[in-house]
């Protein structure tokens, strides 16, 4: 197994919802990251987490709020969000966060949140 | 810290036509080096990756890339493309000691082929 999943696929939230997005990969990688890519942007890194502790938070709002209840799961917790907040939501893995040399970027295919 | 610019925002080439997408970059040292494309609405898929030795890589879907240090470039090329190859390209550049959570990727080139 050579993918990472996420889901929902689409997700459209009130600015008072409360929602989740979940990252699962079963490649062994101890590394997940959480991107934010507006449209006709480049990714903007979010979150990483290395053997399941958060090790970088590139100063998200904490109305953004991750998780990582495993080595294979990775959540985006969403409250309260703004409609600026709209964006395609890409969850990563990778082998190691600290290692150099075959540190390759396994990307899945995001998750479209739109808030309203 | 490092920076990398690609200066194409779109790019139309004729089906079969060859492909040279431009990425320059601004590092210190010699840096890691990725290509990935992104399908509309899809996530990205890595096409090649530099790390060291031979600056010519070939990566999947027939593209290759040369690592030129004297320009601070890395060029992402292939002799014909397809049809299917319509889609955003993005170059992007990591420190050697911690490529992972420190890819700093480029604006994007959008690329459209014409039939």
């Known amino acids: 197994d050579t993918e990472v999943t996420q889901t929902p696929k689409h997700l459209v939230m009130g600015m008072t919802n409360k929602k989740s997005l979940k990252c699962e990969q079963h490649m062994g990688h101890r590394a997940m990251y959480w991107y934010k890519q507006k449209a006709k942007k480049p990714p903007e890194l979010m979150f990483v987490y290395s053997y399941e502790k958060l090790s970088i938070n590139e100063s998200v709002p904490s109305r953004f709020s991750p998780e990582c209840p495993n080595s294979s799961l990775l959540n985006l917790h969403l409250h309260a969000l703004q409609p600026e907040d709209s964006a395609l939501y890409l969850c990563?893995?990778?082998?190691?966060?600290?290692?150099?040399?075959?540190?390759?970027?396994?990307f899945g295919a995001g998750s479209r949140l739109t808030v309203l | 810290a490092q920076s990398v610019t690609q200066p194409d925002i779109h790019i139309t080439v004729s089906e079969g036509a060859s492909l040279e997408l431009r990425c320059n970059y601004s590092?210190?040292?010699?840096?890691?080096l990725f290509w990935y494309v992104q399908s509309p609405g899809q996530g990205l898929q890595l096409l090649l990756k530099?790390?060291?030795?031979?600056?010519l890589v070939q990566g999947i879907k027939g593209f290759e890339a040369e690592f030129k240090r004297s320009q601070s470039s890395f060029n992402l090329r292939k002799p014909s493309v397809h049809w299917s190859d319509a889609a955003e390209y993005f170059c992007?550049?990591?420190?050697?000691?911690?490529?992972?959570?420190?890819?700093?990727f480029g604006g994007g080139t959008r690329l459209m082929v014409k039939p």
């Open positions: 590092y210190g040292a010699t840096p890691y």
């Open positions: 992007a550049v990591a420190p050697g000691y911690n490529a992972g959570n420190m890819l700093t």
């Open positions: 990563a893995s990778s082998q190691e966060a600290q290692s150099s040399g075959a540190n390759v970027l396994t």
């Open positions: 530099y790390f060291s030795g031979d600056t």
